[in-house]
């Protein structure tokens, strides 16, 4: 699976949209986009996925450039309960492999 | 449905005994898996199962047993504990090894002394 890169902390002011960078420049052209997030002390969440276009679902819209060498995950309206360690996740989708968690960032929404 | 569970919630341990946790899910997932957490970390694969009766190893198997006798339960056994096992243990499933979505229990925060 392709190696990604994530800063590892943001701030986003309360009712702001949060936009969550990852660089994966080794993406292969079959391998998606995945973000989960984890509250503190709680198991992660899954958010949303894509492989080229543009996602968007009741939580978040995942932005891929159009090399999908990066992305831009974005809560369009961050709440205090937002704060969480985002994590961006590259793999096949329909592969066997695992999903991987690196570092991720840690996102804190201030009031 | 509960979704995936896990008991028990905190465990301290003592060096050499050992344990099991308990991992369930109700929604007729064939995947599940275990990972481990360690402070400031990311998570990593303990061991996972395809389905009843079969599992695998995943990145630090060392020192865990799993089994998966019905579709439902995926314990984790502690053979010998140890300080470095020392973690939060989380439990996930999927419907199937190829899906796309994972759900994870709430975790289970493990101490050895």
């Known amino acids: 699976d392709a190696k990604t890169t994530q800063p590892p902390s943001m701030d986003c002011a309360e009712g702001r949209a949060a936009n969550l960078p990852c660089n994966h420049s080794t993406i292969s052209g079959n391998e998606y986009v995945y973000w989960y997030r984890q509250i503190h002390s709680q198991g992660p969440q899954y958010i949303i996925h894509g492989l080229k276009n543009n996602e968007t679902n009741e939580m978040a819209s995942l932005i891929i450039t159009e090399d999908r060498k990066s992305s831009t995950l974005i809560l369009p309206h961050a709440t205090l309960r937002d704060t969480a360690v985002y994590y961006c996740i590259v793999r096949d989708s329909g592969s066997a492999r695992q999903l991987t968690f690196g570092s991720g960032t840690q996102l804190t929404v201030l009031p | 449905n509960a979704g995936v569970t896990q008991t028990p919630k905190f465990q301290v341990l003592k060096t050499g005994q050992s344990m099991t946790l308990q991992c369930a899910q109700d929604m007729n997932h064939e995947y599940m898996s275990w990972y481990r957490q360690d402070p400031g970390m990311g998570l990593r694969l303990i061991h996972y199962?395809?389905?009843?009766?079969?599992?695998d190893q995943g990145e630090v198997p060392n020192g865990y047993n799993v089994s998966r006798s019905t579709t439902e339960d995926f314990p984790l056994r502690l053979l010998s504990a140890a300080p470095s096992q020392t973690s939060v243990y989380f439990c996930?499933?999927?419907?199937?090894?190829?899906?796309?979505?994972?759900?994870f229990g709430p975790g289970t925060r493990l101490t050895v002394l």
């Open positions: 199962s395809v389905g009843a009766g079969i599992t």
């Open positions: 996930a499933s999927r419907l199937t090894l190829v899906t796309d979505t994972q759900y």
